[in-house]
T-cell receptor
Framework: GAGVSQTPSNKVTEKGKYVELRCDPI?????LYWYRQSLGQGPEFLIY????????DSGLPNDRFFAVRPEGSVSTLKIQRTERGDSAVYLC???????????FGPGTRLLVL | DQQVKQNSPSLSVQEGRISILNCDYT??????FLWYKKYPAEGPTFLIS?????DKNEDGRFTVFLNKSAKHLSLHIVPSQPGDSAVYFC??????????????FGKGTLLTVNP
């Protein structure tokens, strides 16, 4: 079956701009997660959705970052007033339920110039 | 403060030999551990996991060993194959029964298996 998909695969933007990153989880998976991987580091947790609600957004670095999952399937990570330090690979993962194995998408590579 | 540490950035082994990847953790609340494999331009792929109630879990060529007293785990790949060449991430979570929603990852170890 289809895995987790993320669009765009690459995004180049200028400092101060707004970007949206999209994640399509595996069909039927109720739990969805966003992670950020900076160069030379492992993925770091950003936010977790159970259904439509953000059950834990403690990993979001500041209020420029926001994520939604309005219908409990597709999720969008939104970054306002981008900064060069936001450059990273943004990974999305989904699992059938909480505590189940997380399956990752290929990531969106964001470069802020 | 890194709670999950993979102190070897890279490892090179010959095809057919054993690969041993190591991981240390500092948070005693962690009770579930996973290994993910990552190829370039792809997302991490789940490989194998172990709960803290066990000290060993085996799946084909892959075995994970857990030493709770030392807060150390290792992944053994036997025999190693060139297709195993990838970055391996160790990850941990703080709830038993499965993969918790908040995984804490190490920095990864690049494994190269030479033909």
């Amino acid at each position: 079956g289809a895995g987790v998909s993320q669009t765009p695969s690459n995004k180049v933007t200028e400092k101060g701009k707004y970007v949206e990153l999209r994640c399509d989880p595996i069909s039927g998976h109720t739990a969805l997660y966003w992670y950020r991987q900076s160069l030379g580091q492992g993925p770091e947790f950003l936010i977790y959705f159970q259904g439509t609600g953000a059950a834990d957004d403690s990993g979001l670095p500041n209020d420029r970052f926001f994520a939604v999952r309005p219908e409990g399937s597709v999720s969008t990570l939104k970054i306002q007033r981008t900064e060069r330090g936001d450059s990273a690979v943004y990974l999305c993962a989904s699992s059938l339920r909480q505590y189940e194995t997380q399956y990752f998408g290929p990531g969106t590579r964001l470069l802020v110039l | 403060d890194q709670q999950v540490k993979q102190n070897s950035p890279s490892l090179s082994v010959q095809e057919g030999r054993i690969s041993i990847l190591n991981c240390d953790y500092t948070n005693s609340m962690f009770d579930y551990f996973l290994w993910y494999k990552k190829y370039p331009a792809e997302g991490p792929t789940f490989l194998i996991s172990i709960s803290s109630i066990k000290d060993k879990n085996e799946d084909g060529r892959f075995t994970v060993f857990l030493n709770k007293s030392a807060k150390h785990l290792s992944l053994h790949i036997v025999p190693s194959q060139p297709g195993d060449s990838a970055v391996y991430f160790c990850a941990a979570s703080g709830h038993s029964g499965g993969s918790n929603y908040k995984l804490t990852f190490g920095k990864g170890t690049l494994l190269t298996v030479n033909p």
